[in-house]
């Protein structure tokens, strides 16, 4: 099925057909830097951040919408595509409160513009997502200071009318990754590009708040961005990269068993993502999936074994309610035989609780009267 | 291609749904069976709205069409299965004709989706509740199952029925035996070896070899006194079963009631004894999905209070009877326990899906896991059985007094009863109340406003929500969900039962609307 060979960097790969320059890269550890390219979606180029340099060709393309040619020879890192890359991340710094350390040597107005952001954000921390943004990343990695262009005030005030995703247009480079998650990954069609030229703006339905739109707060769009320009709301500020733990798990709604990081920190789960590329979710959650965690930690959560006193509970320690309880049920058996007891195991639960729990049923109390809720 | 019926996918099972619309985006076909227009619609090729409890009739004219238009694949059902002349039989007498008036479907639409379903292989079929919840729900399952083995879709990918399980752990509660006929595997309680092979492996004797009671069997033994004792582990069942006003009477005649939970609710109201459990971040274990995947579960913070893992609750009820259990932890009850006595899970360990999880059957530890069932048309019992079925309506259904089919569901911020996404920031926000799904023309009829608060009546009870006039819902239907207390559908639901599975009919039952 191969199609030929390029060269890449002076190494010779073949490539399949319709397979792009950064397809056939990343299939042989070569890593072309993306910022607007998102896995699963039809390739935009839009940030001209993948662009290499292909001999022969008048100007740098973007590696992530060419198709591969028999024959091609491609530089992924050459000095004219590094130096493309630095201008581009000048431009992309400029244009918003990207307010961490990249870019403080230069500036003279350093200390207004933090002080811009901070009112902005309200509050003093950098970045929600200082150390987990990917614009922080290549400008670090290009070693790009920012402050070469003057910035330009973002246009648009932050969104927090939602309960759950906090959209600060101030951080925003107009990439398309969420309009593209939202559109033709997740499919829900709730957002897009609106505006144009320097108005250009994502826009919920007609530029309304999303709570307001179609938006179903999957979150996709969040998982999406590659800056702090759209953030859980519940993590904004908390979340933090270096405090932070990732646990694997599988979410406790539907039965689609969508795998999950549960990001930890101090023992209290913070904030939930999709694994991608796990199996079967592909990295996707929904509602409930990405925002439904925090129940474990109510405040009504039951702590203590109850015995009931009249109208009301008791507390109780294990060894009372579980005596309590053997009693009573040995009690029953004796007097009117094992299938006098009946039990409704959990759904919810993790296999093993309802494997024992049967077990008990069936191995101890000797009856088969157990169920759970399939029926329903 | 897609047929998608009786399932609300996008609400219910939204991140199965995105595969779907990606799908169709890159060309797939979608044929939606819903009474309802809901979200998926805005994709299909073709929805047919039928009125709620027809499938079998819709079914059985399909297939009437595919036989009479020599549409099926002769060659699977020839060389696959057995029963089909019984089938022609029976769905010989279901032209779509006949059919229309029953389901609500005209006759060309039913010979055009035959056609449509014909043309295209392999055909995926997806159901959900929108099947089960019937009295004829066993029926409408074997309907499906006919269908796509008339049309040969199945032990094929991208083929088969597939069931989407509402639960997280459903189908692992099912692998596990909580259920009244099986143990773990789905190994018979009435096969004498099984029972010995169980009585070996728990080093017990004695165990029973009658199958034990169905929820519902098990409701009616609290009242009549056979079910003295009653142990409920993490169900609200004081919300969740249908007609709340005889559930609450059978929770209140129990005897000695034990309930496990993570928090109060309704049912613990009734509770001689409250246990309470680890959450599902606070243990370490597995769930299995509806693809019967086995993923792990793992602990990401501790239980609050002395609130322990369910597994290690029974064990300490185990050991005062004189059990002493070995397994002390998720991973050795199932690597020691679960995966040793059924033999689809035996090459199953946690060592092997500490990344993705592992779908059964997988018998042994080299073996890959299976991803679809019956590959190459060799289905558990040989040949596929065809099992005709005729249509027969729901239990009760809409008269003078009670006009109105109602038909519920679950909505996509909450979770049935709330009892986790309740207490969830956020979500409350986003859906703060239950509300009666009504069509225009009925609101218009009865001068109701969207957002006006009505009085929804059946039989069993009447709740006041308030009107969302959508038109999601055909005229004639009230549709609403069970996640809230207050205007809870199953204040109205009807305790009418399948005879074979005792699932209830929560997808019809009769009310009236009015205005307050």
Redesign the interface.
Known sequence: MAQGSISINGNRFPFEPEQTILQIAENNQIRIPTLCYLKGASPTGACRICVVEVEGARSLLAACSTPAVDGMVVHTESPRVVASRRETLELLLASGNHNCAIGSTREKDWTAFQMQAAASDNGEDLCPAWGDCRLQDLAYHYQVEGGKYPRTTPPYPMETV???IVRDFSRCILCGRCVQACN????NRAIDFGYRGVAAKVVAGTDVPL?DSQC???GECIQACPTGALVE??ARFVWRPWKNRK?????????????QW?H?QD???VKVTGVED????QG??????R??????Y?D?????????EGDD?REAS?DE??????D???A?IK??G??????????????????????????????????????? | MFLVIGSNMTEAHPVAATFVKNAVLNGARLVVVDPRRHRLVDFADMHLPLKVGSDIALLNAIMHVLIEENLYDKAFVAEHTTGFDQLKETVQACPPEKAAPVCGIDATTIRKVARLLASVKPVMVCYTLGITEHTCGKNNVMSVANLQMLLGNMGVEMGGVNPLRGQNNVQGACDMGALPNVYPGYQPVTDAKACEKFETAWQTTGMSQEVGLMIPQMMDGLVDGKVRGFYIFGENLANTEPDIHKVEHELASAEFLVVQDIFLNETTRFADVVLPAAAWSENDGTFTNSERRVSRVRTASPAPGVAMPNWWIFREIARRFGHAWPSNSGREIWDNEISMLAPSLGGIKYHRIEGDGLQWPCPTVEHPGTAYLHRGGQFTCGLGRFTPAEWTPPAEVPDENYPLVLSTGRRLYHYHTRTQTGRCEGLNDLLGEETADISFVDADRLGIENGERIRVKSRRGEVAVRANVTPEVPQGMVWMAFHFREGNANWLTNAAFDPFTLTAEYKACAVRIEKM
């Not at chain 1, 033709?184 to 499919?187: D, G, L, N, S, Y």
Request: a positive charge; charged letters at 25%; aromatic letters at 10%.
């Open positions: 939602n309960p759950l033709e990954i997740q499919v709570k179903v707060f999957c709301k519940k646990i694997r798990t599988t979410c406790p709604y539907c039965g689609v068993g969508c795998q549960l930890v023992d209290r789960i796990g199996a079967p979710n996707r959650l929904c509602v409930k999936g925002f439904g965690y925090d129940f474990i109510s009504e959560r039951l702590k203590t074994p109850l015995i009931r509970f294990w309610a579980l005596d309590l309880v053997a009573r049920f040995k029953i007097e009117s094992s299938d006098a007891l009946a039990g409704v195991s959990c759904a919810r639960s993790i296999n093993e609780d309802s494997y024992q729990m049967q077990k008990l049923f069936r191995g101890v109390f000797k009856t088969n009267n157990i169920d759970h809720c399939a029926r329903t």
